[in-house]
Structure formats: C-alpha cells, structure tokens
C-alpha cells in the first residue's frame, strides 16, 4: 500500500544518494579504463582466482548466517546479567581490522596456539589453519557477530501476540519454528547472506594469509597486483567488472529469493517467557560456544596490546584524533545516505538495491580511480578526509540497509493503515509511527558506520600525507618499523575506541535498551 | 565529457578556499610509507635538510615501492613530485622506460657491494634480503636453499605481486639458479607455512611464533639488537650468495624546483640523510656517515657473494619468474 502523501524533497534525496553513489562507481571505473592503453582478457588464472573468490565467500556466508540462527535466538529469547555486555563484545570481531583479527585467531588457532596447545597434552596431532578452511574460519569469525545482530532484529520483529498465541496452544519446538521463527527467517537470511557473500567478495589480505599462499588468490589481489605489478589499467578494470558483475548477480539471486513482507501485523506488546528443558540447554550451549569463538581470540588481543597501550608515542594519539573526525563525518553522511534510501525505499526496490551495491567496484578501483580524477585539479592530500569519510560511509551502507529496510517495512505495514485513517501528516507518522520502531536498528547501523570507518585502512593510504594518518595507518607504520609491541598497543586501543564509538552511537541514537 | 560537472564544480570550490602558497618554495618528494613514517628516516632528514635549503620539505608517500611506480605512472608529467625516492633495482627499468626522469648529475664514492654508475638513479641505502631466525628457538640453521628444502623448518615469505621482498626472493632464486628455480620453488612449497600481502605481516607472524624463519634482510637483526637490547635474531648465511636490494631516489625531468631538486639529491649521499638511515631504516648506508655504524652491526652476517640482476634483466625475467612460482606454489 503506496503512503500518498510521501514528500516529494524525499524522494529527490534518495534520487542524489543514489546518483552519488553511481557516479562514483562508474566514474572511478571510467577514470581507470580511460588511462588503460590497451584491452585486456583473462587469463585462466584469473578464472581460477574468480572461482576461489565465490568458492570461499559462499562457504563463508553460509557458514557464517546458519551458525548464526542458534546464536540469535538464544540471544532474542533468554535475559540473563551480563547479556548487554556480551552482546556488544560479540561484535567487536567485525570492526577489528583484519590483521589485528588474524593475529588474535592465530593465537588461538596457530601453530603454537592454544588449540594445538591444549590438542599435544592430549596427544592428538596438531591442526594447520592454512587453507580454505583457515580462510572461510576467518570470515566467520568476522561475520558471525554481525549475521548474529541482523538475525536477532529479525527475531525482535516477530509480534508478541504470536508468540503468546503459540505458547497457549501448546505449540512445541518444531511447530514453533515451521509457523513462527521459519517465516520470519525466510525474509531475514536471503539479506543476511548477501551482507556477508559481498563482504567476502573483496577480502584480500585475509585471503592470502590464511589460504596459506596462491591457491588463495582472489580476484581483489589480482587486481592489486594489476595495478601495482603490472600496472596493467585495462586488466584492473575488467577484473573489477568481473568481479562487480559476481557481486550484482549475488544481488540479483537475493532479491528473486527474498519475499514480500506479508501482511500479519502485531501491536508490540512483551512476549510470553521463553520455552524451558532441552530448548534452555541448547540456547546456553549456544551462547556459551559462539561466546568461546568470538571471545578469546579477542582476550588475546587485549593481553598482548595492554602492557603497551599507555606508552604509546605520541603520533599514535594524534592519529586517533584524526580517526575520530573521519569516523563523525562518515557517521553524518551514513545517517543521511540511509536515511533518503530507507524511507524512499518503503514502497519501492532501487533504493535497496543501489544502497546495497554501494560499493560494488572493489575499493581498491575506487581508491585509484577518484585519485585520478581528483589530482588534476587539486592536491589529493586535501581530499584525503571527505573521500574517506564518504567511502566509509559508503561501505556501511549495506549493512545499515540491511539493518533498517526490513523494520522499517514491517513498521509501514503495521501501522501505515492506522495512521491514514487517523490523518496523521507523513511528517507525524514518521515521528509517532516510523522513528520509535526505527531507532534501535537506526542506532546500530550508525554504530557499525563508526565502528567501520574508525577500524578502516582503506582509500586513506592513496590519499594521506603527513599529518593526516588515522590510527590504523599508524598501527600498520609501526608494524612496518618492527615495532610488534607498540602496534599491539595500537590494535587495542583501536579496539576500545572502535567499541566504545559503537556504544556510544547505539545509545545515543538507539536509546537505552538500543542492543536488544 | 570527463569529470561529471557537479564534482569539477566542488573541486573548483575547494581550490578556492585553499589557503595561498607560501613564499618559501617547495620540495615535494615522492617515497614509501615507512620512511616518511614518525618512526623512519623522513622526519630526521626534512629538519637536517630544511636546515639549510631555505625551503619547505614535503613527503608525499603512496604505500611500498612499487606502488610509488604505479602512482607516478598514473600521475606521468602532471605529477606534483619533484623526487621519487625509494625505488629499487626490480623497479628502476620500469620508471627509466618512463621517461619522467632527468640525470641526477653525481658522482659520489658509494659504498654498495656493486659497481654503480646509473645516470638517472642514485642509491642511498641497500642491504641483503635473507631468512631471519629466532637463535633460542630454531637449530640446524640452513647454510643453502638445498639445505633448507632438506630441513624440516618452516618459513614465511612475502607475495611477489604486492611486496617488495617477496619480488625479491623471486630474484634471488633466478640470480643463484636460473635452470632449477622450477625445482627450487616446488622444494621449498612444503616449508613455507604462508605467503603474505606485505613484509609488515610476514615478519609479525614469525615474532609470533608461527614460523622458524622469515624472509627479511641481513640487517634486521640489528633492530633487535640495539632498539631491544635483544642479541638472539641472526640471519642465516646461504653459501650461493645473498640478493642485494638497493634503494635508490631520482629527479623528476618536470620538476618545477629542479635546483632544489638536485641539491636534495646531492644531501642524499651526505651525513645529514646518511647517518639517519641504519637506525630508522635498518638498512646499510650508501655513504658510510662520519660517525659509523652502532658496533651492533658488526655482529651481522655479511655474505660473502652478492647478487643483483641489472634492472634490465630484472624486468625480463620477472614475468616468466612469476609463472614459475605460481606455478610450483599452486600444487
């Protein structure tokens, strides 16, 4: 059902997010085949690094969201001390840059970790992590807790009088699931797969490192290595076609697959408790694994950076001043970006669809290509927080898509009937109706922008000079200058600032009870 | 049309607002990541040679070497640099075949293991590549590549295609063994536990323990040595001999400062810039500075053969070099 009296100025926004993000696209993948001097065609490598790419980032999201579906429903049905807590630290692997992440999964899962560790005094032989598997455990690591949170909105979207009327008809486990959680699912995880299937669609350095060597070769690296090897213009932008036409062909499956939000409405109201017995163990038994997986790699972290953290150098404190004014600004930008597309995106797909193709180019093509079209006319270096702040932004954008639409919808379906035949304005109904059911997932997709773009090293390399690195640039230059101790330090106050940014976001934006 | 008008527009606005050039001229010199970074040589070289230039020193820095290159190219005569440091001999065909680089006009006495007479390129550090070991943790120390094919140590290099050291090692393999850098390869497959985007990484991953050995440079142990008072790194010594990486740093033939250009080329291979580099850098100077090297150097293995393939050879060979180690390390 249409709302009639939608604003004209909302759609012409999302129509500027949208032609902004497309011009970007093109307009970075036009200024590189414009300095190609030649056409170029794949190679069989290329094919077998195109084959990898979707082997491993299928396995990845799948792995990823079906972990996921116990863990969120442990989390959406039990209330126990500590629950908030755990649930923002659960999501610190996704904002962790990825080193930092391998070097916290290695000492776990490495060859003198504590897996192979605790495997030799039982006498078993060790494990090695390099390889498809090493890769595809990686990007669990870093998408669980984001499939986990997606999920666990789609869970607090089930109305409450369904619950209560499954509860008292004496509804069991499995029938629960097929008329209750399987419905809700079925809309929840085509988003959910795509999310995570396009994030793993670019990994690189992840890639390379735990797929132990260049068997593991994805499409990104080779469009590096087009660029930096090579400097092949013309083979970096076919590869980059190619590996944005696997991305929109993800995109196009999704959309087939994923259903219209179906009419069932609820009132909100508190759910009935949650069932007990073997339905308790195995939620307990959830939490406490996906707890284990997630939380100790990252205990490592914060032991390994703790005994350097307050003797850190100077420059590495300016640097996080630096990222802070990248991250407020992406943050800005992320709010308004996905703000013009949610609301404009309530009765229609291409606001959807275009968000969540935000940055199908390959990050590296559009580093380049805006450094290409900006250095002509002005110094990069002065570009060096806008373009970054907007990249970020960009990068985020999917997710806080993902996290917004389908509240959104479901919030239009609910009560936009309601609030017509009140005669209620569009700008009451997005105050009274829309914003109350938005915040929450509203501050958690803005939490994430922070978190992204304070934890990101991407464009900011091609266009930063001195006096303009952000933390993790530092955190990878003092990597660079054997200082091992001093960038462990740096990682974990990355890690605080990336979380306590998330939280302070999510509260301010979501309100109190903003992590449910 | 080229730029979509609403950008050039923003771009155009920008310009404007752009505080007015000071009247002190500008060097601009194009480098890699590390050196300009607070713990390399950059900041001690700007104040030595501002000291004196009556001008303004700017870095501009664009990740590792080789993607210093490709931003030159990218940027060719509209490049705002008027020096490219940081270069090395895998690179220096690519950038001469250019033509963005003008004579650099010296003559020093370079101390480099290598006779060196390029009129574009002058060098300014160099030092072996070599696979660096913990002495508590790894025995039976490798004095080959046969020997350590032969072992059962593990090893961590670098990718070829996007490090520096990673190319390197390509090379050094083509330099000691051009008819069995096929059978090399597939002999070392089984000891390398992981090959990394970067040098950073690789070197994080064995200080971690993951590996025994480490594709690095004879002089990083000298790191260990005086900034952590740790003596327990060494290079292990390979009796083929050892691949050089020498840097080296050019004038740009569309500099708009080419007398400030040339005088910063000429500070190069003086005091002020030499004595910055074996302490920042951890590489060999190419003009030994008055005041010598921290005696910790004196402990580090200098091999006794040095390789280098000339740049030309270097750029043939490395495509088929590529294939190669793709090849073997794909199995």
């Not at chain 1, 972290?301 to 990222?323: E, M, T």
């Not at chain 1, 990336?498 to 992590?515: M, Q, S, T, W, Y």
């Not at chain 2, 700007?46 to 993607?67: K, M, P, R, T, Y």
């Not at chain 2, 992981?194 to 590996?211: D, N």
Request: charged share 15%; hydrophobic share 55%.
């Amino acid at each position: 059902m249409i709302w009639r009296i939608e604003p004209k100025a909302l759609l012409w926004a999302a129509v500027l997010v949208a032609a902004a993000l497309v011009l970007v696209n093109l307009g970075a993948l036009g200024a590189v085949i414009s300095r190609s001097e030649h056409g170029a065609t794949l190679t069989p490598a290329d094919w077998a690094a195109a084959r990898f790419t979707v082997t491993q980032a299928l396995w990845s999201a799948a792995l990823s969201v079906l972990l996921a579906i116990p863990v969120a429903r442990a989390l959406a049905r039990r209330r126990f001390f500590g629950r908030g807590l755990l649930v923002v630290l659960m999501g610190a692997p996704f904002i962790l840059p990825s080193l930092v992440a391998i070097t916290g999964l290695l000492a776990v899962f490495g060859r003198n970790g504590l897996f192979n560790e605790a495997l030799a005094l039982l006498g078993i032989a060790p494990i090695r992590i390099y390889g498809l598997h090493g890769v595809v455990l990686a990007h669990v690591f870093f998408n669980l807790p984001l499939s986990v949170r997606l999920i666990l909105q789609g869970w607090a979207r089930v109305p409450a009088e369904h619950q209560r009327l499954s509860a008292s008809l004496g509804f069991g486990a499995w029938a629960r699931f097929r008329h209750i959680e399987a419905p809700m699912l079925t809309r929840v995880v085509p988003g959910a797969l795509a999310v995570v299937f396009l994030i793993c669609l670019t990994s690189f350095a992840v890639a390379l490192i735990l797929g132990g060597g260049p068997r593991a070769t994805t499409l990104e690296l080779a469009i590096y290595q087009a660029f930096r090897f090579d400097f092949d213009l013309g083979r970096a932008a076919i590869l980059a076609l190619l590996q944005a036409a696997i991305g929109a062909a993800a995109l196009l499956i999704l959309a087939r697959l994923t259903l219209p939000d179906s009419g069932i409405s609820g009132l909100d109201r508190t759910a009935p408790p949650p069932p007990g017995g073997l339905a308790r163990l195995l939620d307990a038994s959830s939490i406490a694994m996906a707890a284990l997986f997630l939380l100790v790699p990252l205990t490592l972290v914060v032991l390994r950076g703790a005994p350097y953290i307050l003797g850190l150098p100077a420059p590495v404190w300016l640097a996080l001043w630096q990222s802070l004014k990248v991250a407020t600004l992406s943050v800005g930008l992320l709010a308004l970006m996905s703000a013009a597309l949610t609301l404009a995106g309530l009765h229609r797909r291409w606001p959807e669809g275009l968000g969540m193709a935000a940055l199908i180019a390959s990050p590296m093509v559009i580093g380049t290509g805006l450094f290409i079209l900006i250095h002509p006319i002005s110094d990069p270096a002065h570009w060096a927080l806008p373009v970054t702040a907007f990249v970020n932004a960009a990068m985020a954008l999917p997710f806080a898509l993902r996290a917004l639409l389908p509240a959104a919808r479901r919030a239009e379906a609910d009560f936009a009937r309601l609030s017509l035949s009140l005669g209620l304005s569009w700008r009451a109904h997005l105050r009274l109706v829309l914003w109350p059911r938005l915040r929450r997932p509203a501050g958690f997709a803005l939490a994430l922008g922070a978190a992204l773009s304070l934890g990101d090293l991407g464009v900011i390399v091609l266009f930063a000079q001195t006096g303009g690195e952000t933390l993790p640039m530092q955190m990878q230059r003092l990597m660079g200058a054997y200082r091992t101790g001093d960038a462990a330090g740096a990682a974990l106050l990355l890690l605080i600032v990336a979380l306590a940014g998330f939280v302070l976001v999510e509260r301010l934006i979501g309100g109190r009870n903003a992590d449910a | 049309m080229r730029f979509p008008s609403f950008v050039a527009g923003a771009l155009a606005a920008t310009a404007l607002i752009t505080p007015v050039q000071a009247q002190t001229p500008q060097l601009r010199v194009l480098t890699y990541d590390s050196f300009i970074s607070d713990w390399g040589p950059g900041p001690a070289i700007e104040a030595a040679f501002e000291a004196n230039c009556g001008c303004d020193l700017v870095f501009e820095s664009a990740g590792d070497g080789a993607a210093m290159l490709a931003r030159l190219l990218l940027t060719g005569e509209r490049s705002t640099a008027d020096v490219v440091l940081g270069l090395d001999t895998n690179l220096t065909h690519a950038a001469e075949a250019s033509g963005l680089f003008a004579p650099h006009g010296q003559t020093p006495d370079l101390e480099v293991p290598v006779a060196w007479n390029d009129p574009l390129f002058l060098p300014y550090d160099w030092s072996w590549f070599a696979f660096v070991y913990d002495t508590t943790r790894t025995e039976n120390v490798p004095s080959s590549f046969d020997e350590l094919i032969a072992s059962d140590l593990s090893i961590i290099i670098q990718d070829p295609r996007s490090s520096t050291p990673g190319l390197g090692l390509l090379m050094w393999i083509e330099a000691a063994y051009p008819e069995r850098a096929a059978e090399i390869w597939a002999g070392l497959a089984p000891r390398i536990v992981t090959v990394t985007p970067g040098w950073s990484e690789a070197y994080g991953l064995f200080l971690e323990g993951e590996a025994d050995m480490v594709l690095s440079y004879t002089t990083s142990p000298a790191y260990h040595a005086i900034a952590e008072d740790n003596p327990n790194y060494a290079a292990a010594g390979f009796t083929e001999g050892h691949y050089l990486q020498v840097e080296v740093a050019g004038i740009l033939a569309n500099s708009s400062q080419p007398d400030l250009a040339r005088d910063f080329i000429a500070f190069m291979t003086t005091d002020g810039f030499q004595s910055a580099i074996p302490e920042t850098n951890w590489m060999y100077p190419a003009v030994m500075p008055e005041s010598g090297l921290n005696p910790a150097f004196d402990a580090l293995h200098v091999p006794e053969v040095s390789l280098l393939l000339t740049a030309e050879e270097a750029a043939t060979q490395r495509d088929g070099a590529l294939d190669v180690w793709r090849e073997a390390l794909a199995q």
